[in-house]
């Protein structure tokens, strides 16, 4: 992983995708490594990346930055660089789903001690006229209540996708209590307020663990 701690992010990117059928999962962890090593690491105001799969031998990447600027000018730079381009010839080009993420709360930092990463997305209900504000405000709710005292929860916050699309993200310390503490949502009085702003069957949602 790439850790740079004591700053705070602002942005978040995530990216899901598959290996291409002829490729070794061995070799897509190699070169996601070095794509790392080589690239990210030397992107001024990047500050955490881990490489991710999940339970179904899908991987993904989630990357924090400082800020927008810093995110943008990665993107713009990352097609440029030879790892980049020998890392995604073995991805399945039609797999792949991006999204660049505006973190709502202040003071998110690299998390260090971890070992899942939940992350869905979802779209505000139709019949519910909501902000940025108020699912951050709804968030931290869940924090001040649900979550609070929480042994398992390394870092949890909201983030904007687009108007109406939004992102919770969970950094936990191990798959199996974050899986049950987000299945504990569902009827808990703490968590009414934000389940009862989005609309259910726009919930994409899954739980990664580091690979790199």
Not at 48 to 76: C, P, T, W, Y
Not at 123 to 128: A, D, I, Y
Not at 182 to 195: N, R
Request: glycine residues 6%; negative net charge.
């Amino acid at each position: 992983m790439l850790i740079r701690p004591n700053a705070a992010a602002r942005v978040m990117g995530f990216a899901r995708y598959e290996r291409l059928e002829r490729v070794a999962p061995e070799d897509v962890l190699a070169a996601a490594l070095h794509w790392q090593e080589d690239f990210l690491a030397a992107q001024d105001g990047i500050l955490f990346h881990a490489f991710l799969g999940n339970l179904g031998g899908q991987f993904a990447d989630v990357i924090l930055a400082r800020d927008e600027a810093s995110f943008d000018a990665m993107s713009k730079t990352h097609a440029a660089a030879q790892s980049s381009r020998d890392f995604l010839a073995l991805l399945d080009p039609a797999s792949i789903r991006l999204s660049r993420n505006i973190i709502l709360k202040d003071g998110i930092m690299p998390p260090t001690d971890f070992s899942c990463v939940e992350f869905g997305t979802f779209r505000l209900s139709e019949s519910v006229d909501a902000t940025a504000d108020d699912v951050q405000r709804a968030s931290d709710h869940i924090d001040a209540t649900y979550l609070k005292g929480s042994a398992n929860t390394r870092a949890h916050f909201v983030s904007q996708i687009d108007e109406r699309t939004f992102s919770e993200t969970v950094f936990g310390q191990t798959m199996a209590a974050t899986r049950r503490i987000c299945a504990g949502y569902v009827g808990d009085p703490d968590c009414e307020e934000l389940l009862g702003l989005f609309d259910p069957q726009s919930v994409d949602l899954d739980f990664w663990f580091p690979l790199a």
